[in-house]
């Protein structure tokens, strides 16, 4: 076999095979594709061969509606945390640090305005009302109270009768004296109530002196026959009430330091 025949058998090989693929793909046939389940199928329509790819599935799923509806809830937290507790502890402690200052304040205030009082209180009793009022008074009423216990509870004798004459005798200068001695109408700033005191005791001490030993130096007024045994039970039961105990003049110095030590614990 030549090259002419090789030729040849080679050009009707060529036509042959173009010719059956003419006749093969001359069949033109519409396919129609569909997604399932995201695999695409094809379907024929025609003779010939169309591939239509659709993307749409068969059927459409409708896609879910959510609807949210707000709810407005309001929570207490009953349970405090260890910051809300500190937070309160330091509120209170800063509380109570404001009141405790204005308490110290408050009471330094009132002890200065005490100590202040009580400078002033010393320095009037020291310096004045005790030098010049009561010690003059105390020496006198000491002296009478030691010669007033010499015969006031002692057995009738005839010591006791001189005794007690002689202080009945001597006691309206000295009662004089010392009511001269005591200030009158608050002249002091301090401790006036104790010689009104005082002179109240004094005169109910002479009133004492006066019915119970001089009852008969008394101008008795003449009284009615009616009244003489009335009267008689009323003296003999006013005699008894004043009379003295002994202690009037012991009482009355104690008097002076009470009231001198109550003053200064004010």
């Known amino acids: ?49 169309t591939i239509n790819l659709s993307l ?28 809300d507790i500190v937070s309160l502890l330091i509120a209170f402690i800063a509380v109570c640090g404001f009141i405790l200052n204005g308490y110290v304040y408050l009471e330094q205030r009132k002890n200065r305005q005490k100590d202040i009082q009580s400078e002033q209180f010393n320095f009037w009793l020291k310096e ?35 005794l007690k004459e002689e202080f009945i005798n ?9 009511l001269e001695s005591l200030p009158h109408d608050s002249t002091l700033p301090y401790l006036n109530h104790i010689f009104e005191k005082l002179r109240t005791s004094i005169q109910s001490f002479d009133d004492s002196i006066l019915c119970f030993y001089l009852s008969e130096d008394i101008l008795q007024l003449p009284v009615s026959n ?23 003049l012991t009482k009355m110095i104690k008097l002076v330091y009470t009231e001198i030590n109550k003053e200064q614990r004010k």
């Open 170 to 178: 001597n006691w309206p200068a000295k009662k004089i004296v010392i």
């Open 128 to 162: 004045i009302i005790f030098p010049d009022f009561l010690s003059p008074v105390l020496v006198l009423l000491i002296g009478l109270n030691k010669e007033y216990k010499m015969w006031i509870n002692q057995a009738e004798t005839a010591e006791k009768i001189i």
């Open 56 to 83: 749409e599935p068969s059927s459409v799923i409708p896609s879910p509606t959510i609807n949210i509806k707000p709810i407005l809830k309001l929570e207490s937290d009953n349970n405090l945390t260890t910051k």
């Open 1 to 49: 076999m030549n090259s002419l025949q090789k030729g040849l058998i080679k050009s009707l090989f060529f036509v042959v095979i173009f010719i059956s693929f003419e006749v093969i793909g001359g069949v033109n046939e519409k396919v129609t594709c569909f997604l399932s389940e995201n695999i695409p199928t094809c379907k024929k329509v025609a003779n010939n061969f």
């Open 226 to 248: 009616e009244t003489d045994e009335t009267d008689e039970t009323d003296e003999t039961d006013e005699t008894d009430e004043i009379k003295p105990s002994g202690d009037e």
